[in-house]
């Protein structure tokens, strides 16, 4: 089953947005299957965003994310990971279109609330760079041959 990595980012948490992301993904009809409130260390934070170290904001995107918790998740179902960064809307909230949570919670690019993996190499990448596979729970719903 297709899993990816989803963060709501310290401004949504502030924001007291967990419980309000956690259920647009619980009724779009994915899976939770692992979750964590978490401080994000500066190596952690500078492994994730390895990808974007040379652009001019990476200093700024480190020093946000590990300004407060996250709450880092795993998802699962079919096509999570296209469909979830659709839900999530466009990186900069300026273009993010209503109905998606940067679009219905967010104004600027640096605060856009939610991070979540952009491809199935990241999805693996991400996931194992924040969950042990101990953290990580299998198990059936019998709501799934519903979805
Ligand atoms: P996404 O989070 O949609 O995958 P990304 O990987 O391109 O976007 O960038 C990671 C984060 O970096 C993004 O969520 C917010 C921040 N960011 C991106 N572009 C930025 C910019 N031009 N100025 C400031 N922060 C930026
Ligand atoms: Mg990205």
Do not use: C
């Not at 949504?12 to 979750?35: D, M, P, S, T």
């Amino acid at each position: 089953m297709e899993k990816t990595f989803l963060m709501v980012k310290p401004d949504g948490v502030q924001r007291n947005l967990i419980g309000e992301i956690v259920q647009r993904f619980e009724k779009k009809g994915y899976q939770l299957v692992g979750a964590k409130l978490m401080h994000i260390s500066k190596e952690l934070a500078e492994e994730h965003y390895g990808e974007h170290k040379e652009r001019p904001f990476f200093g700024e995107l480190v020093s946000f994310i590990t300004s407060g918790p996250v709450f880092a998740m795993v998802w699962q179902g079919d096509n999570v990971i296209k469909v979830a960064r659709e839900m999530m809307g466009k990186t900069n909230p300026v273009d993010a279109a209503p109905g998606t949570i940067r679009g219905d919670y967010s104004v600027q690019v640096g605060m856009n609330i939610i991070h979540g993996s952009d491809s199935p190499e990241s999805a693996e990448r991400e996931v194992n760079l924040f969950f042990n596979e101990s953290e990580l729970v299998s198990y059936a719903k019998d709501i799934n041959k519903w979805v």
